[in-house]
């Protein structure tokens, strides 16, 4: 944290001084990040522009780049933090093909391929090692920045590109060992300096996993009992940076341990109160990073070298795409999330500075290769925004050729334990989002074809096709699926198609958006396992609310809207009256207000329990238990 310090020390002097650097680096950050965010661009070619228009290579408002550079290291930490924080464990184990099998192909073939060229054109052998093993990396910040920004990560290509990125900052532990090894030049060195290290690694790994399942939730439920945000921040970044420096020593990258912590929080229900809290860290620190690889940027340099460094830049650039695409669909990637997420892991990564550097304090890799190399990598991170917007409008011609000539792709035919969403409309969309963020894969079919092409230029599951088709339902693996959701407009063709479904798929669970109360009870009839009527719904929602805010305590108005749900959508219990034998439905309104009565008793005893709970931001009890 000295560095920390340092940097926001108070001095007399004007911008040559530690403050008036950070005055250039915001003034800087914000003016070009909202600039290129104008312009679509993006904010990180606008971070990457402002560092090089400050730096020593452009006007030399900061001359000395080496104190930002350690503080802009931790927005690659909280970066992986919060990617921590949207995974769990489990998803991790469902992923491992992709983690273990895609990428470690990806690294160990593309590293290979580099390290031939690097001899093609007269590197010796150790510096071509070097240049194969630092450039295989992709820029972890800057492809989930992107994937952030876009709104992709929870796509198939996202998905992908973020396993790829996964075992990339796994690989940079041996790669971090072996090249202070490789001037000694002793095999029996390497191989037994590698042993140490990845025996370290395990025992780290589970010594942190262990102790932060049994420690981190009981921690945060006594700084949460306090009510003070301060000290839940604190203890957010106390965890962060403590589980970050402990890999860090045992030989494991500092990013990696907070990826880890990450998913140690994500276990536990405080997680969406820490992803508040360390966004503003984040943000500031992760554009701080990418400001001072602007910085590294020789213009100079660059200009005197413009054909090689075209062809570096063209070179690396196009062939880790297409090695990334072919790999990408050897594992069952569908053509069109493999282009894009090829398109993503184009560019080198930030681990490579630091590679470089190591590489040259050794003697393995000479001063104006090492050079080069950076102004290469910092070019192809400042051409992968527009890369990326011509590989998806590549990947979008492919699809609508595919989509002339079939229905359902080839890659569709094995898939299994999915849910079918028929109709991408908005409501469709919805139900995608939330089986998006729960880690459930899903497939949705749509008659609109340009609302299937859009989706699809997105990299989302979505075909073209008629859910009334029995083809069309097979090739979606509906014997396989969990569960099949009609979200299109309720018409007269819905009933006959729920039918038909039931009857050729009796063991599918089928889900049914329905406009009222009478189309839900007639799919309640054909034996929908849900139907849910939109109109009424939202009113009760909306009704719901109102209640709210006119001072009625809420747990009567969630009994009010529950009886009114269950008189205006299932069955009404009659009772008689008059003489002549007639009945009139019971009144919801009065049968709500007797189920108020029924619960008294426990609803006071929950609310007792509730007190010890509270939520920061309003203070107000909890039911669940934890922060909202």
């Known amino acids: 944290m000295e560095e920390l310090t340092s940097l926001i020390t108070t001095t007399s002097n004007a911008h040559e001084t530690p403050v008036g650097d950070v005055l250039v680096f915001l003034a800087a950050g914000v003016l070009f990040a909202a600039l290129f965010q104008r312009i679509r661009f993006g904010q990180v070619l606008g971070y990457l522009a402002a560092g090089a228009l400050i730096g020593p290579f ?93 709104g992709e990560f929870a796509t198939l290509h996202g998905r ?25 030049g002793d095999a029996g060195s390497i191989m037994l300096a590698m042993a140490i290290a990845v025996a370290k690694a395990i025992a780290a790994l589970v010594v942190i996993v262990l102790i932060g399942r049994l420690l981190l939730r009981p921690l945060y439920k006594v700084i949460a009992q306090t009510r003070a945000q301060e000290l839940f921040t604190a203890v957010t970044l106390l965890i962060v940076l403590g589980i970050g420096w402990a890999t ?64 570096i830049v063209v070179s690396l650039m196009v062939g880790k795409a297409v090695i990334a695409t072919g790999l990408a669909m050897l594992f069952g990637q569908s053509m069109i999330a493999s282009i894009r997420a090829g398109a993503l892991l184009c560019q080198g990564g930030e681990f490579a500075f630091v590679l470089f550097e190591i590489a040259s304090s050794n003697s393995l890799l000479g001063h104006e290769t090492s050079q080069m190399l950076i102004l290469a990598i910092a070019f192809s991170m400042a051409l992968t925004p527009p890369f990326t917007v011509l590989a998806g409008r590549l990947a979008r011609r492919i699809d609508q ?32 989002k939330l089986l998006d ?74 889900f049914v958006r329905c406009l009222d109360a009478s189309q839900a009870a007639l799919m309640d009839q054909l034996g929908v396992k849900g139907a849910v009527p939109e109109i009424e719904e939202a009113s009760l929602q909306l009704g719901q609310s109102v209640l709210d805010h006119c001072g009625v305590p809420h747990q009567e108005s969630l009994a009010l809207t529950a009886g009114l749900r269950r008189g205006g959508i299932g069955p009404r219990p009659v009772a008689p009256v008059g003489q002549g034998g007639t009945s009139v439905p019971e009144d919801p ?32 009890p909890n039911k669940f238990g934890h922060p909202r």
């Not at 802009?72 to 093909?97: D, H, N, P, Q, T």
């Not at 189920?595 to 203070?619: I, P």
């Open 248 to 311: 860090q020593t045992v030989g494991l990258s500092m990013a990696l341990g907070a990826f880890l912590a990450g998913l140690l929080v994500s276990e536990s229900e405080y997680r969406h109160q820490v992803e508040a809290d360390i966004g503003p860290f984040r943000g500031i620190l992760i554009g701080l990073f990418f400001m001072t690889v602007g910085m590294g940027i020789d213009i100079g340099l660059a200009f005197e070298n413009l054909g090689w460094l075209t062809v």
């Open 589 to 620: 309104v009065v049968a709500a207000s007797e189920e108020l009565d029924r619960r008294a008793a426990a609803s006071q005893m929950a609310e007792e329990e509730d007190l010890t709970d509270y939520d920061f931001k309003g203070g107000e």
């Open 160 to 184: 992908a590109a973020f396993s790829i990125l996964l075992f990339q900052d796994l690989a940079v532990v041996p790669l971090l060992v072996i090249l202070p090894l490789l001037g000694a």
């Open 401 to 432: 050729r595919q989509s002339h000539s079939q229905s359902v792709p080839q890659e569709l035919l094995g898939i299994s334990d999915h849910v079918i969403v028929c109709g991408y409309g908005r409501f469709g969309r919805t139900i995608c």
């Open 58 to 150: 452009g006007l030399g408002m900061v001359a000395d780049t080496e104190e930002a550079s350690m503080l802009a290291e931790f927005g690659v930490v909280f970066l992986l933090f919060a990617i921590g924080l949207e995974l769990s464990f489990e998803r991790l184990i469902v992923m491992r093909k992709l983690v273990f099998g895609l990428g470690a192909a990806q690294v160990v073939l593309t590293g290979i391929v580099i390290a031939l060229a690097a001899l093609g054109v007269g590197l010796p052998p150790t510096e071509a090692f070097v240049v194969g093993g630092a450039l295989a990396l992709s820029s972890t910040a800057f492809v989930i920045q992107l994937l952030n920004e876009r």
């Open 437 to 510: 963020g729960a880690g459930v894969r899903y497939v949705a079919v749509d008659l609109d074809a340009s609302v299937v092409a859009q989706a699809r230029a997105d990299g989302k599951p979505v075909y073209h096709g008629d859910m009334r088709r029995q083809a069309l339902l097979h090739g979606v693996g509906a014997e396989r699926a969990r569960a099949l959701v009609v979200t299109m407009d309720a018409d007269d063709h819905i009933a006959p198609a729920v039918q038909s479904i039931h009857r050729h798929f009796p063991d599918l669970d089928i």
